[in-house]
């Protein structure tokens, strides 16, 4: 089969093409796995933290991807929940141990024996690829292949930020970054909360732009001061400067959430700019997000086929993987990128 495959860690701005398009084995359904042959598989910033080594794939050579989509090929050993043809996504998640205090809590995203697809094993940047039956996710009629991609990271993640933030209908949400999930993030909300109003951070002109366009009720730079002080903020930038310019723009008692795996590191002397009283004081927090769980999964597939939550999608052919890694590099991006692969 055809796959693209991360061989060595690299730095994106040395210009080589990360990915090495290669002919691979088709791999094996182990016991309690499916195989599944992929059709369309998202593209995540997180590719870019485990092709630059922030978050390094443990072993290499490994083939990257996290929002993929496809058929159901065939079962292994024992696994019967599906049958071939069934349409499944495969997300981040691809298995956690079920017995520690967080999978026993709901909080299978914390499992120090978390691990994840495309990462720690071979994900969907690929013709075929397996997983567990039970961390392969049935996927809600009406989307088309390479609209239900994004929403497993993007989305689903997208969604537990929002979670996160503790936001109540009328409080003003801010949003930046605006790529992938940033978006997904915004139409969920203009759906969850109908009195809120949303403010959007971007770097590009073309982002602030598609912003509005969605409804966003304000667009500016990271360093623009919106007219109103937010009660919460979902960061999904990789960079410092916007983390402390969100937390500037909160409100007393608000919530940022920093939805990002790894910060590029880039700009870390912007954070020698925190001053605690203007940044800090009066309540305000900050937390993170780590992975998602199955249920953030499913239940944000759910709510994405109620309202018919269809995300924008640039899509790119499985050999054009490197150019996508690119461009996103570069935050030219509007909505989220897709390989279709079938
Ligand atoms: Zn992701
Ligand atoms: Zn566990």
Redesign the pocket.
């Known amino acids: 089969m055809k796959a693209m495959v991360l061989r060595q860690i690299v730095r994106m701005e040395d210009g080589f093409p990360p990915l090495e398009l290669g002919e691979v084995p088709v791999p094996e359904p182990g016991p309690g796995d499916i195989l599944v042959r992929v059709t369309a598989c998202g593209i995540c910033h997180t590719e870019l933290d485990e092709i630059e080594g922030r978050t390094p794939p443990p072993r290499l050579p490994v083939i990257p991807g996290h929002q993929a989509v496809g058929r159901v090929e065939r079962s292994g050993p024992g696994a019967s929940l599906f049958k071939p043809g069934d349409a499944v996504g495969v997300a981040w998640i691809h298995s956690?141990?079920?017995?520690?205090a967080?999978?026993l809590s709901e909080r299978?995203n914390l499992?120090?024996?978390f691990r994840a697809t495309g990462r720690d094993v071979d994900g969907g940047y690929a013709e075929y690829m397996t997983v567990p039956e039970a961390y392969a996710l049935p996927l809600p009629a009406g989307f088309k292949d390479v609209e239900a991609a994004p929403l497993l990271c993007a989305g689903a993640i997208g969604y537990r930020s929002l979670r996160l933030a503790g936001l109540r209908d009328g409080q003003r949400l801010g949003l930046t970054g605006f790529g992938a999930s940033g978006h997904l993030v915004l139409k969920l909300a203009r759906h969850e909360f109908t009195k809120s109003e949303i403010y959007v951070f971007a770097r590009s002109e073309r982002q602030r732009a598609f912003a509005l366009e969605l409804g966003a009720r304000w667009a500016g730079a990271t360093e623009d001061a919106p007219p109103e002080k937010l009660e919460a903020v979902i960061d999904t930038t990789p960079a410092w400067k916007p983390v402390v310019e969100a937390l500037r723009h909160l409100a007393p008692g608000g919530r940022l959430v920093i939805n990002a795996i790894r910060k590029e590191g880039t700009d870390r002397e912007a954070l020698l700019g925190l001053d605690y009283p203007s940044h800090l004081w009066m309540e305000k927090e900050v937390k993170s997000v780590a992975n998602v769980t199955r249920r953030d999964v499913r239940e944000f597939l759910a709510k994405a086929a109620a309202i018919s939550l269809r995300p924008e999608v640039e899509t790119y052919t499985l050999a054009e993987a490197n150019v996508a890694l690119a461009e996103l590099k570069l935050g030219r991006t509007r909505g989220a990128k897709v390989l279709k692969i079938a």
Not at 96 to 100: I, L, P, Q, S, V
């Open positions: 956690a141990c079920g017995r520690c967080y999978c299978e499992c120090p024996d």
